[in-house]
């Protein structure tokens, strides 16, 4: 009966609140709770999805003041203990600082606007009832003559125009005899045939190498030979020997540590990644596949190829 109506029995831990996730991201769990929601949330892709939003809200709750002052302590103690968190924290404060400075900008610009309109009118004496009736018939009065003016104004400066200046009419001209040569051929011009343009060459297929998990001191390595076409890349493809099914993070690096390319969300069984040739050069390199979940960036396995 007990098992029944704790949430995070398995029976029905489907329907998990976000209250009790939000319990669990403050600390506030009991006991018996705790290490059944642990569980479920490492094998859970889609509680620990949740999770990381629920994570965004507690921040943006705490940054907004909508937090209570037991769930603040918690919120203080127990929520702030990674980077990460602190780093979101960081980022909800800034924007919440940068709309509310926004909007009392927008609110001290309306106010002086509505200023401004209410001294022109008073100026010009429209809170007046009278003055009111005097301006609008003006406008009335102008609209009236800007009508009158479209429809019969061509026609008045025609008229003025006919009675100021009489038309004239134009001398004729004498008909002249105008001889025209005969046979008058063209002018021939030399034509020359215009070039065929040039066609693309064929697209070269990419180089692929296959690696597979190694240490950094084996001796024969896949090598790569590198090209100086400005699309040339070759596609490794990793070989993954852990759990398939979640997302990982491939970071090429030189063998100094120094990071070429990084890719986020990918899947085995087998894990395909481009790189440009042009951002290689002669040397060994490395590839450290990681769980793109885990925000410690833990590594799973590491691949090393060699650039020749």
């Given amino acids: 009966m007990t098992d029944m109506a704790n949430p995070l029995n398995p029976a029905v831990s489907d329907g998990l609140s976000d209250e009790t996730i939000r319990r669990f991201l403050l600390g506030s769990l009991s006991s018996s709770e705790q290490p059944l929601f642990e569980q479920r949330l490492m094998s859970d892709v889609g509680l620990d999805a949740r999770a990381r939003l629920i994570e965004l809200d507690l921040a943006d709750d705490y940054a907004c003041g909508r937090l209570t ?8 103690q127990r929520f702030l203990v990674t980077v990460d968190r602190r780093q979101r924290l960081r980022v909800s404060e800034l924007l919440h600082d940068r709309f509310s400075f926004s909007r009392a900008t927008e609110r001290a610009a309306r106010l002086e606007t509505d200023r401004g309109a209410k001294n022109l ?10 003055w009111r009736i005097a301006f609008g018939a003006l406008i009335v009065l ?8 479209v429809v019969k104004g061509p026609r008045l400066a025609e008229r003025l125009t006919n009675r100021i200046i009489p038309k004239r009419l134009a001398p004729r001209s004498a008909p002249r005899e105008v001889n025209h040569p005969t046979n008058i051929s063209s002018p021939e011009h030399p034509s020359t045939p215009s070039p065929m343009p040039p066609h693309d060459s064929a697209t070269q297929s990419p180089q692929i190498v296959a690696l597979f998990p190694s240490a950094a001191d084996t001796g024969k390595i896949p090598a790569v030979t590198l090209s100086n076409g400005e699309r040339d890349f070759v596609r490794l493809k990793l070989a993954v020997t852990v759990a398939q099914k ?5 970071e ?6 120094q990071s070429v390319l990084l890719v986020d969300r990918l899947q085995g ?6 790189v440009p040739m042009r951002s290689l050069k002669g040397g060994k390199y490395r590839v450290r596949l990681s769980d793109a979940r885990d925000v410690s960036k833990k590594e799973v396995a590491s691949y090393y190829f060699l650039a020749q």
């Fill in 246 to 250: 979640v997302p990982y993070r491939a």
């Fill in 121 to 130: 009118w008073h100026f010009f004496g429209l809170d007046r009832p009278a």
């Fill in 69 to 76: 002052t037991s769930d603040r302590q918690l919120f203080e």
């Fill in 269 to 274: 069984p087998q894990i395909e990644v481009d």
């Fill in 142 to 149: 102008i609209l009236f003559g800007t009508v009158l003016l």
């Fill in 252 to 257: 090429v690096l030189t063998i100094g540590g």
